[in-house]
């Protein structure tokens, strides 16, 4: 990766509907350098994907939640459960895998704390596996993004 990669890639991670015109001026390439070098990074899977980030409360999910699940087992086999279940939840916008105090964090959203309760119905408390959680509602969002800082090589 060199630097006009990483600098097509911030650009792209602030807004990916940049054209490859507008990025070429930012970058000192052609435009349809940009292009493929655009269509190199998302071929190669560096760009995984390409999302409209939304206001929750403008979608009627004004709750955010920040929960650490801990399991009583460990067995691949308990943890695959657990994974597939948050995949499949519609809630869960982040699930992190983790050391330390939890085992997993679980970012979701919710309509209000009934939904948040009843999403721990069907996600923690019919799951013999989870020994317990811990929920931390957010207050404020300082920062939401998912934008890594990218140098050249």
Do not use: W
């Not at 279940?85 to 982040?94: D, R, T």
């Not at 959203?109 to 939904?115: E, I, K, L, N, Y």
């Not at 923690?124 to 596996?129: D, K, L, R, S, V």
Request: neutral net charge.
């Amino acid at each position: 990766m060199d630097r006009f990669d990483a600098h097509i890639l911030n650009i792209l991670q602030q807004s990916a509907r940049t054209t490859a015109e507008a990025m070429s001026q930012q970058v000192g390439l052609s435009p349809d350098a940009c292009r493929k070098r655009m269509a190199r990074l998302r071929g190669s899977g560096i760009i995984k994907a390409e999302i409209a980030v939304l206001d929750p409360a403008s979608v009627g999910r004004g709750l955010t939640l920040i929960v650490e699940v801990s399991l009583q087992n460990e067995r691949k086999a308990d943890l695959d459960r657990f994974k597939t279940a948050m995949l499949a939840a519609p809630e869960v916008m982040q699930c992190y895998y983790v050391t330390g105090n939890a085992d997993f964090i679980v970012i979701l959203s919710a309509r209000d704390m009934a939904d948040f309760e009843a999403f721990t119905r069907r996600h923690f408390f019919a799951e013999e596996n989870v020994l317990r959680f811990r929920t931390s509602a957010v207050m404020d969002s300082v920062k939401t993004s998912l934008a890594v800082p990218v140098v050249a090589d």
